[in-house]
């Protein structure tokens, strides 16, 4: 066989098996999902997820939102609250019950207002304002503060996360990006006592954010719940009390 290359010989004398078409299209698609599937198992398995089931909230995410509250007391009856990334609702709905909490008002409405906006649909939650659309939009922007008006927010969530390219250096300033915007809202609309909680990664761009949030806040906090995945880069940074612009 002098002057032929191994990858020129027959499969079966280079010791690789032959498969027919379909199994070796099954055999790459299982390699390709391999990571879907461990993660799929870890999630069925997940005591958060199953927590999530018995208790009636849409996703896991809740108890990210329920133990970094019950640590820094975020929500109180009676406040505006803007959850920014809403889709599926659990942020929304973990808001909406502490609300439920104290005796409706006199109108019978919901002690307390929440405004949710995401790029994907939302099942509706009694008692939340949903607006579907991409907050980097004006329009969409424009959307939200019509709905806000003259109200001063309370606090402002943001569970928002960019599709994720697998490039560091592009998905770093995506996730910027992201975190400016849930600033400049928060400027605008919070009220000087007011706090924001947004959702990064650490990584490139992860020290620039923190910088960012403490030129605008008077306490910045990290925050790694639970909740969140040991094996994530996520956590959240928490930022209270605008400091005077003045």
């Known amino acids: ?18 498969y027919p078409l379909k199994t070796q299209v099954f055999l790459i698609l299982m390699a390709k999902n391999r990571f879907n599937h461990s993660w ?14 018995r208790e009636g ?4 995410a809740a108890y990210k939102l329920k133990e ?4 820094d007391k975020l929500i109180k009856p009676g406040q505006v609250v803007v959850d920014l990334g809403a889709t599926p609702g659990s942020w929304s709905q ?6 439920a909490q104290a005796p409706r008002r006199p109108d019978g409405s919901l002690n307390g207002t929440i405004f949710a906006l995401d790029l994907l649909p939302m099942e509706p939650i009694a008692d939340v304002h949903f607006i579907q659309g991409d907050f ?16 001063q927010v309370d606090l402002v969530l943001s569970d928002m996360a960019p599709n994720l390219s697998g490039v560091a250096t592009a998905d770093a300033a995506r996730i910027e990006h992201l975190c400016d915007l849930s600033l400049e809202f928060a400027e605008r609309h919070l009220k000087p006592e007011g706090a924001l909680l947004v959702k990064c990664f650490h990584g490139s761009g992860y020290s620039q954010i923190v910088e960012k949030f403490k030129r605008q806040f008077k306490v910045v906090a990290p925050r790694k719940p639970k909740a969140s995945r040991d094996k994530s880069s996520e956590t ?11």
Do not use: C, T
Request: net charge positive; charged share 30%; no cysteine.
């Open 236 to 246: 959240f940074i928490l930022g209270r009390g605008l400091k005077d612009r003045g």
């Open 68 to 71: 970094i509250d019950e640590q």
């Open 57 to 60: 909230y849409r996703a896991r």
């Open 136 to 151: 980097r939009e004006e329009d969409v922007w424009g959307q939200l503060e019509a709905l806000v008006g003259s109200q």
């Open 94 to 99: 973990y808001v909406r019950a502490k609300f």
């Open 40 to 53: 799929l198992h870890d999630h069925i398995n997940d005591p958060y997820v199953k927590l999530a089931q």
């Open 1 to 18: 066989m002098r002057g032929v290359h191994a990858w020129q010989m027959p499969r079966a004398e280079r010791g690789i098996p032959h």
